[in-house]
């Protein structure tokens, strides 16, 4: 095959994937299911085109999903997570192994498997997918603490399941070292992805490179090599790879908006040409025969697995009903189940084929049933949020000359920084407000100036406050001009 049809055929495909993110709005349907039709129309049984290496799929499939997880995890505003911490950590770690145990068991009895293929099968689908969270939170309007313990659920349980199917999928007898190695697994990828976030963000912020759109590239290459260093010390690269997006995307972080905009533009990239992958991977004639284990596993996940994992990770915290039910409605599952069965087929050979393809059709089904439900749900049971409000949004640009630097603020709909006059910010003394852009026009503001909703501020801080100064913004966005008696001015 030529270089130019190769090209070619990427580049449009980029561009139908695209436009599916358009189409998929209108007709309310998640985009990836529009990817995995545009994959399988390229496959064998339209177009002609034949892919069937699953190790090179698995291995494209763990690269994009790296992709995501840093897309997710530099978005990831640390203050909207941490009210579910405990929870999110729960949902990631002691969830799926109920998960795995009820969706294991119901399998081996409804379906005659054996117990550690059943097993098996239950480690590969409970685990949420990261892009299917991610793409479908952005239209529903939900508090902040289910928003973020979604995020912070998909974004690290990934790799408790990695750990658990490669593990069933092999040969080797489970002992009671397994927990053992589990738990260093995960705790040594957390400690690495720390690690090198703090490290990146030090050396970002003293680096002073030449070009501003190096800082993307190398923010993303910071995060990249957590999932090395993570998988080098045989620990999780992918917990260590969302901890250090994590970390990066909450520290002061030069051109933050310009990485943040090119990880969502890779992330994009990354779900699009995952998902074309699998649905180019997978044999239309061999789904018919799935469709009914699909159906079988998609009620077990959806009746009891999720439900009972849910309510497990709920009960320290006391939470209500409704918002458990929410979020057992709300685990999605996309790519990663669909790349976990092909580590499976891998690891474990060809006898897993079926599973590869009870997988396919039951992320089909389940995406068609809860992605497309969600808000619906999310208004019946009472948690939808009245106001679809936005954190502000702070960009911030090194002036090394000066030893300043210039953040730009843009106020978004809903926030209350909305009706603030300026003089009731209080900076701290070494910041101020040097240029507001309204309505197109920019003007210079002065302490009678009050803020509105769209409003793009300049704002110079010397370098010694310019911490402080960016979270006395951020508490007035969630507080208004009094926050300061209310909960004080604190970092995030």
Known sequence: MSLELVLGVAAGVV?????????SVGLGLPSLLLYLGIGMLLGESALGFQFSDARLTETLGLAALVLILIEGGLTTRWSAVRPALGIGILLSTVSVVVSIGVAGTALHYLLGLDWRVALLWGAVLSSTDAAAVFSVLRGVAVPRRLAGTLELESGMNDAPVVIAVSVLASTEAIGWTTPLLVGYELVAGAVIGAALGFGGGWALRRAALPSTGLYPLAAMAVCVLAYAGGQWAHASGLLATYVCALVLGNVSLPH???????????GWLAQIGLFVLLGLYVSPPRLLDAVVPALIAAAVLLLAARPLSVMVAAVPFRMPWREQAFLSWAGLRGAVPIVLALIALVEGGPTYQPLVDVVFVL?????LLQGTTLPWV?????VSSRTDTREVEV??????????????VKVPGGSKLHGVYLRQLRLPTGATISLVVRDKAAFTPDGGTRLREGDQLLVVATRDVR????????AVDRGGALVRWREGDRPD
């Open 15 to 23: 561009l139908l994937g695209v436009l599916a993110v358009r189409v």
């Open 256 to 266: 933050r908006g310009g990485v943040v905009s090119f990880a969502e533009g890779t």
């Open 363 to 367: 992320v089909v089904v389940l995406t």
């Open 378 to 382: 999310a208004s019946l049971l009472g």
């Open 395 to 408: 960009d911030a640009a090194p002036l090394d000359e000066v030893n300043a630097e210039l953040l730009q």
């Open 467 to 474: 911490e402080s100064a960016e979270r006395r913004i951020r």
